[in-house]
């Protein structure tokens, strides 16, 4: 089995709000990845005196270890249990109720002998390798179905009829996309936040099967570097330069 982490902040300024992990439980009989970014508030960010990697170690150790210690559970259940226990440990300090507390876009996977179950949750990217080279992604695309329409997006989060993350109310856990694969119809997986999967997102460069070939070549520290190159090479388009970019790669 090989695997394969890499991040990068998109300004050294900043805290990098990404979390990214990988379980190997001692039975050997599976595995759980779980990425995060965190949603950077603008300066109001509510009453909350905790700070965005705070809240994305917080909940991404959570899952990690309710992934791996519940195999029972669906991965929906896993994240509504990991967004409540987050959700207490801040509770009596912070205002959860607050539209813009600390929250995260998700993508979590678990693996044993006979399945692949993933969950996303918002627009970072979970690509699943077929032993035959076909990649498909899973996506949570409403983000982009709403851009298409020309509406803002941001006052649309976590309410009907527009995107979720993973905040205060375990309950988003129900809009995820979720899925499972015959664990033989799935050589490698890989997930990344948008920030690493602008090459195909915003330039267009490249399709999520060029991304995979790349990982698998050179790792995901070379397709961070691909990233920042390309970023660079012309003027931006609105919206940030440089995002945190973090990549998982797992060949099963």
Known sequence: MRIET????????RPNEDFVSVALPASGR???????????????????????????ARLGGALLELSVSRPESALADVLS??????????S???????????????????????RVEHLVLSDSALLLRAPDGVVTPVLDDRIDRLRATGVRVGPLRN???GFFTAAADPAVAARAVTGRTPRTAVGALAA??????????VFGDD????????????????????????????????????????VALVEL
């Open 30 to 56: 599976g595995g759980a990845l779980v990425l995060l970014d965190g949603v950077t508030p603008p300066p109001d960010n509510g009453d909350c005196v905790h700070s965005v990697p705070w809240f994305t």
């Open 81 to 90: 249990a990991a967004i409540a226990r987050t959700a207490a440990a801040h």
């Open 192 to 201: 990344l936040t948008d920030g690493a999967a602008r090459t195909v997102e």
């Open 159 to 161: 309410l009907e009829g």
């Open 207 to 246: 399709g999520w099967t060029d991304v995979f070939d790349l990982l698998r070549k050179a790792g995901p520290d070379a397709l961070i570097a691909r990233v920042r190159s390309r970023e660079d090479a012309e003027e931006f388009p609105s919206g940030k330069r440089h995002d945190d970019a973090t």
């Open 6 to 13: 890499a991040t990068a902040p998109g300004t050294p300024d």
């Open 92 to 114: 009596d300090t912070c205002d959860l109720s607050h539209p813009l507390t600390p929250q995260a876009t998700v993508v979590l996977a678990r693996w044993d002998e006979e």
